[in-house]
């Protein structure tokens, strides 16, 4: 939990499945991380603490208890693509890393109000140009696998989307869950998947001037 204003100052380390802090530290490690290539001073650290708030807030885990948003329990025993563990470990919390302005920084899905605008007069022609997804990216159906701590066997999590279902049909996704040992974490991620292939439909386009450029980020 948190509370106050954070200085940006660690304290001792501690266990934790915090996937926001378990991130930082496989960047900064130099034992088993990239602490030989990435220096504290290149990661936005209050980026990675916003991630970490948002994935610790206590939610209904489905099952009448609660649970943190986000977990993340894995054993990372062999070699990775550094790319492709990164952005595995940003899954879990729903964040996309990018690089700006001299740091490493985390976007998170999660619920903010709007930063900028968009009009003709702050946008360059032809304009906007507006484009949907193709049905069969509206997935109706999501069936999650994730790590059963009570079997240690892969489960899997069904999730449906009645009312798209009733109006696409059965169009199946499958996801694995990475560290993800939680059928509650499942389910939701399921959900997120179902929901937003569902009322993210169109995309819009257009070449923005340069004082929005300066602003906006992913």
């Known amino acids: 939990t948190y509370s106050g204003t954070w200085t940006g100052t660690f304290g001792a380390a501690q266990w934790t499945t915090c996937p926001a802090w378990i991130l930082y530290d496989l960047l900064t490690n130099k034992r088993y991380g990239f602490g030989d290539h990435v220096a504290e001073a290149q990661l936005d650290k209050f980026a990675f603490y916003s991630a970490s708030q948002y994935a610790n807030e206590e939610v209904d885990d489905g099952f009448g208890g609660k649970e943190a948003r986000f977990s993340c329990n894995a054993l990372i025993q062999n070699q990775y693509e550094a790319y492709k563990l990164v952005n595995d470990l940003c899954s879990v919390m729903r964040t996309q890393p990018y690089w700006s302005t001299g740091t490493l920084t985390l976007t998170q899905?999660?619920?903010?109000?709007?930063?900028?605008?968009?009009?003709?007069?702050?946008v360059l022609e032809p304009g906007f140009s507006y484009a949907g997804s193709d049905l069969k990216t509206r997935h109706t159906v999501a069936v999650v696998s994730y790590l059963d701590l009570e079997t240690r066997e892969q489960n899997y999590e069904?999730?449906?989307?009645?009312?798209?279902?009733?109006?696409?049909?059965?169009?199946?996704?499958?996801?694995?869950?990475?560290?993800?040992t939680s059928r509650g974490q499942a389910y939701r991620l399921g959900k997120?998947?179902?929901?937003?292939?569902?009322?993210?439909t169109?995309?819009?386009?257009?070449?923005?001037?340069?004082?929005?450029?300066?602003?906006v980020r992913p």
Do not use: H, M
Not at 110 to 122: E, V
Not at 192 to 200: G, S
């Open 158 to 180: 069904l999730i449906e989307d009645r009312d798209a279902i009733e109006k696409y049909g059965w169009v199946v996704t499958q996801v694995k869950a990475f560290a993800c």
């Open 192 to 200: 997120w998947i179902l929901y937003a292939e569902q009322v993210e």
């Open 202 to 215: 169109d995309v819009v386009s257009f070449t923005a001037s340069i004082d929005a450029g300066v602003l």
């Open 109 to 122: 899905d999660k619920p903010t109000d709007a930063t900028y605008l968009f009009n003709r007069s702050n």
